[in-house]
């Protein structure tokens, strides 16, 4: 329906442009005039077909549509009919649909303007401005029945007059040139859309941003080049005069940036980067006007020294090269402070590393660090974008992904790889080293802070497991032998009490007393045996392997019986040993083990190794394996398991010990 309507309006507006053109009433202004409409309708016409559904693309196109296709379809004709046959009664109501056309379109622009990029409303003062927005549309009704006389302007049905308001109403009359000046001032509402957009610049995305700086670049532009002009030839500050045929061409060509700017916006193409093209402008524009200056002031001081001391063209040639080389090192600052004006202070690569550090303690979840990552990067670096992702599917983005990528960088912490950096081309240049040192150490700072969230994640889990397996253990076992025993005591008292308690049962009892003892004792050992308090950890180790049921070979260091650790370490070693072989008894099938204890440069050295079948610790999962990392790693321990089919396995730790 929309596009069917935009061939139609499309389709008169062009035929009417021909009947001007042939008829010799369009002038070299008037033509490139002729091309603001197609330009919008061609840029919403792009946008509906390459964005479906997207709302800038629609009121684009309606934009172009209403103003100022509709307008100018009704105008034209009611100019040369006036021209030919003066004032007619109908032609108020071409005047009136213009008028409120143009209106129309007005609002479109203004909603277009505040919905930027995305085209979707996000708070209540954008959506009660845009409400209010739409009064605007009666101001050409309420002018014409304040006015005897249809009140036109220069830029709208100029040199028609003389036509009568049948909406006249006399009690009006009073408001009538108030009424016709709102009306003309209508478009101060398009100042409300551009402060609401500058708001809602401040409050989005970096991407957001970069769209959005599109467009204000593009009004920029035109208010440099359309308006400012016809503002002083107004003031007659500069010639030619105003309304001059090539002010108007140059008007004219600069509101098509408009448009433009608006499609190159939503559609967001990784071969162009609005930053560069900012700062290109601004930089080579302030140089351009400096140079000229420099210029300017060096021929008119070599002029008059040339007049009093006889210098030729070719020194001044000369002098004005060597201001150039001379003002290199001016170019350059001047770079660095359009930078800081049009982009912000952008930090150095220190900066980000310790900005990034922050945030990392700050961070709650390893999610949270990913989007600020990959914007640290993209706007240090100024690449076109940059994805993290991470193994349990986590992933962010700063960038639109196009192109091939130029750099990927693991994120791994220790022998434990937990994701992957993959960066974009730089939008000027290529990466340098220290920029890819820089990439590389922001991902150690990720990967390092994804893993010990991770492993204090498991240690939680892993001692709310044990917790649980006490206490089912203590509920499952001595707690219902206490409470049989406790009854059992209940009937010997009865019994007792009628002369009747036997010795056996106090035996009994006694036995059972000493059962639910030892395996009281027993799960005791499991947590942390007291002989490991008591005697060190190779003792605790010797204690654990007299029980088992295969050969066991213990290889220790000298002088460790008599030395002491930590309780963490210690305790931490004892799992070590103790879950090895646990491993070894259940999936090994083997028939000989051998333990090492070692301690040397600061460091126990623990090891677990058998006969048995073996595996491939790349297809295995993790299962027990995984509490022993955790436990050691906590510690700032590695682990390292040795594996083949066939050729048993070797299970082999290292822990830092302080102190002695």
């Not at 101001?139 to 006389?149: D, G, I, K, Q, R």
């Not at 600020?372 to 993290?388: A, N, P, S, Y």
């Not at 010797?542 to 963490?568: H, I, K, Q, W």
């Not at 040397?600 to 058998?610: F, I, K, M, N, W």
Request: proline share 5%; glycine share 8%; with cysteine.
């Amino acid at each position: 329906m929309l596009l069917s309507l935009v061939v139609f309006v499309s389709a008169v507006y062009l035929a009417l442009f021909a009947w001007d053109l042939t008829a010799g009433q369009v002038e070299v202004a008037g033509v490139i005039y002729a091309l603001v409409a197609p330009s919008i309708v061609v840029g919403g016409v792009f946008l509906v077909f390459k964005r479906p559904g997207h709302p800038i693309g629609e009121l684009l196109l309606l934009c172009g549509i209403a103003f100022p296709m509709v307008a100018s379809i009704v105008e034209a004709p009611t100019i040369h009919i006036f021209q030919e046959s003066g004032a007619q009664e109908w032609m108020w109501a071409s005047i009136w649909l213009s008028q409120t056309s143009t209106m129309v379109a007005l609002v479109l622009a203004a909603t277009l303007v505040v919905l930027l990029p995305d085209g979707r409303p996000r708070h209540a003062r954008e959506r009660g401005f845009l409400r209010a927005a739409w009064i605007v549309i009666v101001l050409p009704t309420l002018a014409m029945v304040s006015n005897e006389l249809i009140v036109t302007s220069v830029s709208s049905f100029h040199g028609v007059t003389g036509i009568a308001s049948p909406l006249f109403m006399e009690a009006l009359q009073p408001y009538g040139p108030m009424l016709a000046t709102v009306n003309t001032l209508g478009f101060a509402i398009f100042l409300g859309a551009i402060g609401l957009l500058f708001v809602r610049y401040h409050a989005t995305s970096t991407r957001e941003r970069k769209q959005i700086r599109w467009v204000l670049f593009g009004g920029f532009v035109v208010i440099l080049v359309g308006v400012v002009p016809s503002i002083l030839a107004g003031l007659g500050v500069i010639s030619p005069p105003q309304n001059s045929p090539a002010q108007t061409v140059l008007s004219t060509l600069s509101v098509i940036l408009l448009p433009a700017s608006v499609v190159v916006a939503v559609m967001e193409p990784h071969w162009i980067d609005v930053d560069i093209v900012i700062r290109r402008s601004v930089v080579y524009g302030a140089l351009s006007l400096v140079i000229l200056v420099v210029y300017v002031a060096v021929a008119a001081s070599v002029g008059a020294a040339g007049a009093r001391l006889g210098l030729n063209l070719e020194v001044a040639v000369v002098l004005t090269v060597v201001i150039a080389i001379l003002f290199q090192p001016a170019r350059r600052r001047l770079q660095a402070v359009a930078d800081r004006w049009v982009f912000g202070a952008r930090p150095t690569k220190y900066e980000a590393v310790t900005d990034f550090g922050v945030t990392i303690e700050q961070a709650t979840e390893p999610s949270e660090l990913l989007p600020r990552l990959v914007e640290t990067i993209k706007g240090t670096i100024r690449l076109t974008w940059v994805t993290v992702s991470l193994d349990d599917g986590s992933r962010a983005m700063a960038g639109s992904v196009i192109g091939e990528p130029v750099l990927r960088v693991p994120l791994g912490a220790g022998d434990e790889q937990v994701g992957e950096i993959v960066c974009g081309p730089k939008a000027e240049g290529r990466l340098r080293d220290d920029e890819i040192q820089l990439v590389r150490t922001l991902a150690g700072q990720l990967a390092l802070a994804v893993r010990n969230a991770r492993l204090a994640g498991r240690i939680v889990n892993a001692a709310e497991s044990e917790r649980r397996r006490i206490e089912r253990n203590i509920h499952d076992g001595a707690q219902q032998e206490l409470v049989a025993l406790v009854a059992r005591l209940a009937m010997a008292r009865s019994a007792a009490a009628q002369g009747g308690l036997s010795p056996d049962v106090i035996d009994d009892m006694r036995l059972e007393a000493q059962q639910i003892l030892s395996e009281l004792r027993e799960l005791a050992q499991g947590i942390h045996p007291s002989v490991l308090s008591d005697g060190g950890i190779l003792e605790a180790v010797e204690d654990r392997c007299a029980r088992l049921p295969l050969e066991v070979t213990l290889e220790t260091s000298e002088g460790l019986r008599a030395r002491r650790f930590g309780d963490n370490i210690e305790g931490a070693a004892y799992f070590f040993v103790t879950e090895s072989l646990a491993n070894v008894l259940k999936h090994a099938d083997a028939t000989r083990t051998t333990i090492s204890l070692t301690y040397e440069d600061g460091r126990l050295q623990l090891g677990v190794a058998d006969d048995g079948r073996g595996f491939d610790p790349d297809a295995a999962s993790e299962g027990g394996l995984a509490g022993l990392r955790d436990r050691i790693r906590a510690l700032g321990g590695t682990v390292i398991v040795a594996s083949a089919p066939g050729h048993g396995t070797r299970v082999s730790a290292s822990l830092p010990v302080n102190g002695p």
